[in-house]
């Protein structure tokens, strides 16, 4: 990419291009730029080209960050709280940009889109139950690890062949389960649980509640 050098060397012609004061205080054709430009004299193009270039440079920058799929570290910062959506620790620019602009463009307020937005953690695609299931085991709970749809072996149990499944927790002790879902993952890592559970709260309904099983295969 060029710089304002060539430019503003054509606006004076009457002067020597290549005399030392004019190369160091108006504009140096020639001069080559630090690899990290944190000031206007870190350019080397004399002290005016310099501030000019400086400014273009800062111009272009400023323009990107006003573009979500442009923007960079505190810039793209603004867009998630315009939208209120935070930046998870240690989440790249990629990964938050890429959230925003899902949340963004996507259909919300429905399961369908909140597996949708939840899928690319999960092995399998997830499942969303909202209707109250009874629990086969009530001391066996849903954070636990456990092998899904397997069933009891012991022949001279009561339970002989029923299949084991978590205890499901409840929205409250009574009948509703209208405002309340469970959201069934599979093999979810560590590292993506937090990821999962901001961008459910940013799909769901406002007032709905629900949980997030996690199934170990």
Not at 38 to 56: F, H, Q, V, W
């Amino acid at each position: 990419m060029g710089n304002i050098t060539k430019k503003f060397n054509s606006y004076l012609p009457f002067f020597d291009h290549n005399d030392i004061v004019y190369k160091s205080v108006f504009c140096d054709k020639d001069g080559i730029p630090n690899n990290t430009i944190k000031k206007p004299i870190d350019l080397n193009l004399g002290a005016i080209a310099s501030l000019l270039e400086y400014n273009r440079l800062l111009t272009i920058q400023l323009i990107d960050q006003v573009y979500l799929n442009k923007a960079k570290e505190k810039y793209l910062d603004k867009f998630g709280l315009f939208f209120d959506i935070k930046r998870i620790k240690n989440e790249s620019d990629n990964e938050y940009y890429l959230r925003i602009k899902n949340y963004i463009f996507s259909h919300k307020v429905s399961p369908a889109s909140i597996i949708d937005a939840v899928k690319q953690y999960s092995s399998r695609l997830p499942k969303i139950i909202e209707e109250r299931l009874d629990s086969a085991f009530s001391d066996l709970s849903f954070s636990d690890y456990y092998t899904f749809n397997t069933r009891i072996g012991d022949p001279n149990s009561i339970y002989y062949q029923w299949y084991i499944a978590p205890a499901i927790a409840s929205n409250s002790g009574d009948d509703s389960t209208a405002f309340y879902f469970i959201l069934q993952m599979y093999n979810l890592q560590n590292q993506d649980i937090i990821k999962v559970i901001e961008i459910v709260n940013e799909w769901k309904a406002s007032g709905v509640g629900y949980h997030i099983e996690i199934i170990y295969e």
